[in-house]
């Protein structure tokens, strides 16, 4: 059984418009993060959502949003895309000893066209 | 605040030679420290991990690094390469601790290439 599920595994969208990605963690888990992972920047920290609440965002502007429900799956919402967010989406959950063990997704593939 | 430096951004080996690749961080609190591999079209996969215990840490598919709080370095190796190492290699560092700060910070990454 997966940890992470995301999806879908790719999105083509237009300049503009607004994408919806999904992950849903494996039960037991109340935290999810989203990471962005860009061609040539790394990955970067999105934002960090717990018990429905987001706890924490990385340096991404107010376009880049989500939310988490009751049962802690998450979206993330990018609107008004521009090119430069075509990117891997990852979503992880930490495990392990004090929770510092990430499990990622797969990953969802933006392609803003 | 917690960063990584990831030295070089390609590696390329031969097949049987040893692998170095090498990480540099910086943290105020003691730092949790981990190695992760993406392979081409797949996802993360956790390599190994250090969290203060012993400073030698062994990881998957015959992985290891050394934490040098001296050097602030946590550098990957491995005795002999593999065709299948081919892959990407972040650095991580994790305050370790749960709230607010709680994430995980990304190398840019190592591209290492295995050569026949």
């Known amino acids: 059984e997966a940890g992470v599920t995301q999806s879908p595994t790719h999105l083509i969208k237009t300049r503009g418009q607004q994408a919806t990605l999904r992950c849903s963690p494996i039960s037991g888990h109340t935290s999810v993060y989203w990471y962005q992972q860009a061609l040539g920047l790394g990955l970067q920290f999105l934002l960090w959502y717990d018990e429905g609440e987001e706890r924490n965002r990385g340096n991404f502007p107010p376009r880049f949003s989500g939310r988490q429900f009751p049962n802690y799956s998450s979206e993330l919402n990018v609107n008004a895309l521009e090119l430069e967010d075509s990117a891997l989406y990852l979503c992880?959950?930490?495990?392990?000893?004090?929770?510092?063990?990430?499990?990622f997704g797969q990953g969802t593939r933006l392609t803003v066209v | 605040a917690q960063s990584v430096t990831q030295l070089d951004s390609h590696v390329s080996v031969s097949e049987g030679t040893p692998v170095l690749l090498r990480c540099n961080y910086s943290s105020s609190y003691s730092p949790s420290l981990f190695w992760y591999v993406q392979h081409p079209n797949k996802g993360l996969q956790l390599l190994l991990k250090?969290?203060?215990?012993?400073?030698l840490v062994k990881g998957i598919n015959g992985f290891e690094a050394e934490f040098k709080k001296s050097e602030t370095s946590f550098h990957l190796t491995k005795p002999s390469a593999h065709m299948s190492d081919a892959a990407e290699y972040f650095c991580?560092?994790?305050?370790?601790?749960?709230?607010?700060?709680?994430?995980?910070?990304f190398g840019t990454g190592t591209l290492l290439a295995v050569q026949p």
């Open positions: 992880a959950i930490l495990t392990g000893i004090m929770n510092t063990e990430a499990f």
């Open positions: 250090y969290t203060s215990a012993a400073t």
């Open positions: 991580v560092v994790s305050d370790g601790y749960g709230g607010a700060t709680n994430k995980l910070i």
